[in-house]
């Protein structure tokens, strides 16, 4: 399974005249950055501000190289003033998000309705890269919140592929551990770090008690929270467990479904459909070439209610930009994050 269904499901237009390439994909891309920019610019108090200090036109944006030399948008200042960035009345604004730093600093990040039910959509695909099937059973191992938080994102994405997603907002180990036992999920899925000092746990007081759960997957999710998650620990976790495991990358400024691994594990597959990725130097912003290693930035390209252009992440990576084994010809993929600056 790939990330291929979701984006024929999404973008027509690549198909007209014969098979899906990359080539066709990068001219669909092109066409969504610049319709991004002319709609944040003619919508968005803080980038028509920013945009028109420096000189920027939309129509001038002719390729990738142009769209390169835009201003950064940095966490600071969306904790400054996030209804700045609000393309549409607060009155569409369904549902809003808290995101807080280490540091203290602390952002509201908006969605429209629209916008959430698309996220649990992309989220579908999402899992079923990593074996979710019809009729499965998920655990999701993530606290409650308001309605349309992540617990039910994850639900309503798990029901819309046919299968039955069950929430277990207790974190203790003691009760994610009989939930696993009771329910008999064929998929746990949940923040990266909890889920290996879990497994651990187990594994030190129930010798090999979860590989007898017969799991076809664990879902490891990064991003919102970074952690230090090595590829040792990631083995550590498939020993444990007898099974695959799937890292999940998402932050909340880009609406969570950003990439996804699949069963090759050689990088997570970005989710292009609705996010254009970029590498850059981070000491002096230049971006860089695929391979090698730099600072993500992330554009969300589908977003109507509070896009987000030329977003620094903070987060280590490299982008690998050629076919997948999985059968992916399309969609770049970036390795699992190494540190967040």
């Known amino acids: 399974m790939s990330l291929i269904p979701w984006i024929q499901n999404n973008v027509i237009e690549v198909f007209r005249n014969g098979k899906l390439s990359r080539e066709k994909f990068e001219r669909y891309l092109l066409l969504k950055l610049r319709d991004t920019v002319k709609y944040v610019y003619e919508r968005s108090p803080f980038y028509r501000e920013i945009y028109r200090k420096y000189g920027i036109r939309p129509k001038r944006i002719r390729d990738f190289k142009d769209f390169s030399k835009l201003p950064f948008t940095l966490p600071s200042h969306i904790a400054g003033n996030p209804y700045r960035f609000l393309c549409v009345s607060q009155s569409e604004i369904l549902r809003g998000f808290t ?3 280490v540091d203290g600093e602390i952002r509201r990040i908006f969605f429209t309705e629209d916008e ?4 649990v959509e992309a989220t579908m695909f999402g899992l079923k890269i990593a074996n979710l099937d019809r009729n499965d059973t998920v655990q ?3 606290p409650r919140e308001a309605e349309w938080g992540i617990q039910q994102i994850l639900e309503g994405a798990v029901r819309k592929a046919g299968g039955r997603g069950v929430v277990v907002d207790e974190l203790q180990f003691e009760v994610q551990l009989q939930s696993l036992k009771s329910l008999r999920p064929q998929i746990l899925i949940g923040p990266a770090l909890h ?9 030190e007081n129930f010798p090999s008690i979860l590989k007898e759960l017969k799991l076809k997957s664990v879902i490891t999710c990064h991003g919102c929270v970074f952690h230090p998650f090595t590829d040792l620990m990631k083995r550590e976790l498939r020993d444990i467990w007898g099974c695959e495991v799937f890292d999940h990358y998402g ?3 880009m609406g969570f479904t ?3 691994e699949c069963a090759v594990h050689e990088g997570m597959h970005l989710n292009e459909v609705d ?3 970029e590498i850059i130097d981070p000491n002096t912003g230049e971006t860089l070439e695929p391979e090698v290693e730099g600072e993500l930035v992330l554009t969300s390209i589908s977003r109507r209610g509070m ?6 992440t903070g987060d280590i990576t490299r982008l690998i930009d050629k076919s997948c084994q999985c059968g992916d010809t399309v969609t770049r993929r970036i390795e699992s994050i190494k540190r967040r600056l």
């Open 99 to 101: 995101v807080e730093d």
């Open 116 to 119: 959430l039910i698309r996220i």
């Open 140 to 142: 999701i191992a993530v």
């Open 195 to 203: 889920i290996f000092y879990f497994s651990e746990w187990c594994e």
């Open 251 to 253: 932050i909340t400024e």
């Open 258 to 260: 950003v990439a996804m």
């Open 275 to 277: 996010v254009y990725a």
């Open 307 to 312: 896009p987000i252009v030329r977003y620094r």
